[in-house]
């Protein structure tokens, strides 16, 4: 995993005047806690959040003021529902060889059995336990040949070097649904018996 390298300031005005302001100059307010210490207001680039934020569980290693470096990775990001665009930011911080909990994307590869089965995705993200440095973006997962009734528990997921599970390891992840045969309605039914009458 990359870090990726944002300049942040502090910031003193808050309540929704100020984020108002902040975005308007196409800045991110955003808040960065962890470690015991007092939670510490940002302001940050929103061209450079909004790209580092497209890369699932990103590390960014913060220069405030100009100051001080710090490691972070994204918690929680609040975003315009309808245009989209980045209200607001919760950061993590983190250490380098400091374990933390994340999760992780499953992605499938292969075709289920001929029969028209369906997969259902009952987890479509892992929580995992991985060194803040090295969190895994995602994995991936062979549902090759598996027919209805099948199922892939967290234990059968392999997770890189370094990466333990932060679930139970028979939780079911991925299973495999028999497709349903429809029903006729019952104008059907009906046409079908004045037609045998």
């Not at 990775?73 to 909990?101: S, T, W, Y």
């Amino acid at each position: 995993m990359s870090e990726v390298k944002i300049s942040a300031a502090t910031r003193t005005e808050f309540g929704k005047g100020a984020a108002r302001r902040i975005r308007r100059e196409s800045k991110v307010p955003g808040v960065l806690y962890g470690h015991g210490s007092d939670p510490l207001h940002l302001t940050l680039p929103g061209h450079d959040l909004l790209m580092a934020l497209r890369t699932p569980n990103v590390l960014i290693a913060l220069d405030i003021d100009g100051k001080s470096n710090e490691l972070a990775i994204p918690k929680a990001v609040q975003r315009d529902p309808l245009k989209g665009f980045l209200e607001h930011v919760d950061l993590q911080l983190v250490k380098r060889g400091e374990q933390v909990n994340v999760e992780i994307y499953v992605h499938t590869e292969g075709e289920l059995a001929p029969g028209g089965n369906l997969l259902e995705h009952v987890l479509n993200a892992l929580p995992v336990v991985a060194e803040a440095t090295h969190i895994p973006e995602s994995v991936t997962v062979s549902v090759e040949g598996l027919t209805a009734g099948d199922s892939i528990l967290a234990k059968d997921i392999p997770l890189p070097k370094g990466t333990t599970l932060d679930v139970e390891e028979d939780t079911v992840v991925l299973q495999v649904l028999a497709a349903q045969a429809e029903e006729p309605s019952e104008g059907e039914e009906e046409g079908g018996e004045a037609a045998e009458a």
